[in-house]
Structures are given as structure tokens and as C-alpha cells.
């Protein structure tokens, strides 16, 4: 909470300079439908900033951990994190005092201490990520500096493949297409791919391999026919159903974005109907105003595991561009 309140003015500067629908979102699942909405009705992206990090300092401190964890999970999204949290650990860190093993010392009734033999400390246990990589992602990491070579060669058309197969959603894609010097472009587009899921990164590495692709790159062309890629070839259909596990999760942590992106509600609507849906509660959502109100009373209704189910079909018969990025997003 400290935290919050001292550095507000520049965590509202920094959230609302780039983003600030993209953070509110984060925070979906920790704010009250009440606290999202009044954020998101404000007029300016400072004005929802600011109302957000209100929010947060006027919350119980659990709930500020939270904020301040997706905080730093998102530094990669808003560089300017950065130095605000590296300025926090350098305030917080605590005199050293060398004294015998056996010693209890409050260190701020300590001055002047000469030093002395330290406690031994156990080495640090690091975590070996490398058992957590699968094939298509080693390849991706440890050739990393020369796909950024070949690539910025022509770093518009290899962010054309991999959008048009949906390897990198629209947002991502945006972003990539936004960065001016193509080495940039590159190197992020590698970068979003070594955090992807293992399915990701093998399509990645198959899209590089085709001739359409590979022939644009000839330095790639002699490297990528020469691997050898124990890969499986990834599913030609972009996502499925059955690629989502929990399916009220999905919902609930895409809400926003469904209700926003999907535009087919009534032909949704028709589709649940001839399902079993009832007739009343189809009646209740064509009725609203707007699509996106509609939207909303459809993912209210979807309480079971069924219902979930079912909608979630609908949307792929109706609106599989959407549910293709949200699944990409959520990779």
C-alpha cells in the first residue's frame, strides 16, 4: 500500500501512456464489478489510472500484493515498471551486520560494528527452466541471435505469416507492427515467442520452414531445411474447443474481451436455442440495447458447465476470429 501511495503519480503516468485498458483487465478478477465499471466509465486513460490505483490503496493490503504482483509480471508490457521497483528494493534493503552465528542484533540500535566472520549461508537453489522447454523452444532460445539476423531482413512480411496464422494475436501484432526499427520488431516478435506455449513455438518454427517463407530468407533457408525438426506438426485448425480445459474459467477471465469483440449475438442466441436454451432467457438478451449488453446477460446465464460448454461452441461456429486470438492471448 506504502508503495502505491508514493508512487502513484508515476505508475499513473506510466499505466496510462501506453496502455491502460490492457492493465485494467489484469485487475478483472480482483476488482468488484462495481470498482471495474466505475474505472472504465472514466473519460481519460489517466482518469482510469488514477481511479485504479485509488481503488487499490483503499483496499485491504492482500489485495494490494495482488495488484503490485501483476505489476511486476507486466513490466515487460510497461518498460517504464522498471526502475520504480528497482528503486523499491534498493530502499528497502537492510544494513549488513557481521556477527557471530549464535548472535540475535537489531540493526538499528547497531553502529560502528567492525567486521567479523559471517554465518555461513546455504547456496541459493536456482531452478532449472531448461527441464521445462520442449524441443521447438530450445531451438527457438539457443538460435535466438541469428533469427534475429536473418529476420530483420524483412521483418513486415515474417509479422504478416504469423499473424495471418494467428501465432501472434491482433494486440500483439500491433505492437510488433508499431515498432519502427525492424532489429526491434524481431526481436520482440522471438521474445513473445519463447514465453508461448511449446504448441506456439513449433508452429513458429514450421511457418519458418515453409518455402514461402524460408525462400525470402536464404541464410534461413540453409539453416532451417538442415534441422531436422523431431517436431509434431502442429494442428492445421488454429484452436478448438477441446484446447480449452476449463471453460467457466475462459469465460470469466475473457469477459471483457467477449464483450467487447463479439458482434454475433443474435445468430449465438439462434444457435444455443435450437440446443435447448430457453426461450425466455433468449428473448431477455435479444432484447437489450447493444451487443455488448446482450453479450454481458449471455455469460451471466452461462452458470453451469454446460451452459459454458455450449456458448463456447456457439462462439467458435460464430466468432472463431475472436476465440482464435483469446486462446492465443491466453498461450
Known amino acids: 500500500m506504502e508503495f502505491l501511495k508514493s508512487h502513484k503519480e508515476d505508475l499513473c503516468n506510466c499505466l496510462s501512456a501506453m496502455d491502460a485498458l490492457y492493465i485494467i483487465d489484469k485487475c478483472e478478477d480482483i476488482l468488484t464489478a462495481k470498482q471495474d465499471k466505475a474505472i472504465r466509465n472514466q ?3 489517466a482518469g ?3 481511479l485504479l490505483l485509488e481503488t487499490f490503496i483503499e483496499m485491504e493490503d492482500s489485495k494490494c500484493q495482488d495488484f503490485l504482483k501483476i505489476l511486476k509480471e507486466e513490466q515487460t508490457h510497461y ?4 526502475q520504480h521497483f528497482i528503486k523499491s528494493t534498493q530502499a528497502s534493503s537492510s544494513p549488513t551486520v557481521h556477527v557471530d552465528c549464535n548472535s540475535t542484533v537489531d540493526t538499528s540500535k547497531v553502529t560502528n560494528v567492525p567486521p567479523g566472520p559471517e554465518c555461513p ?4 537453489q536456482t531452478e532449472d527452466v531448461s527441464s521445462s522447454q520442449g524441443p521447438a523452444m530450445k531451438i527457438i532460445i539457443e538460435n535466438k541471435v541469428k533469427l534475429i539476423d536473418w529476420l530483420r531482413a524483412d521483418s513486415v512480411f515474417i509479422l504478416q505469416h504469423v499473424h495471418s496464422k494467428r501465432i501472434v ?3 500483439e501484432y500491433q505492437e510488433l507492427k508499431s515498432l519502427s526499427v525492424p532489429e526491434a520488431a524481431v526481436t520482440d516478435l522471438i521474445d513473445k515467442m519463447i514465453l508461448k506455449k511449446e504448441e506456439t513455438c513449433s508452429q513458429f518454427l514450421h511457418t519458418l520452414r515453409e518455402s514461402e517463407v524460408n525462400d525470402t530468407y536464404p541464410e534461413l533457408k540453409k539453416w532451417i531445411t538442415t534441422l531436422g525438426l523431431g517436431l509434431s506438426r502442429p494442428n ?3 484452436s478448438s474447443i ?3 480445459s476449463d471453460k467457466r474459467g475462459f469465460l470469466k477471465r475473457n469477459r471483457t474481451a467477449l464483450v467487447s469483440q463479439v458482434k454475433n449475438v443474435k445468430a449465438i442466441v439462434d444457435d444455443l436455442q435450437s440446443g435447448g436454451y430457453h426461450d425466455e432467457m433468449a428473448a431477455f438478451v435479444n432484447a437489450q440495447l447493444t451487443s455488448q449488453e446482450s453479450m454481458r446477460k449471455l455469460l451471466d446465464s452461462a452458470t453451469s458447465s454446460g451452459a459454458a460448454n455450449a456458448l463456447i461452441q456457439a462462439l467458435f461456429t460464430h466468432q472463431k476470429d ?3 486470438d483469446l486462446i492465443a492471448e491466453n498461450a
Request: avoid cysteine.
Open 43 to 45: 473519460k481519460t486513460d
Open 48 to 50: 482510469k489510472i488514477s
Open 79 to 82: 518498460p517504464g515498471l522498471k
Open 121 to 124: 549461508v546455504p547456496p541459493k
Open 169 to 171: 494475436t491482433d494486440r
Open 236 to 238: 492445421d485448425k488454429t
Open 242 to 244: 477441446s484446447s480449452i
Open 322 to 324: 475472436v476465440m482464435d
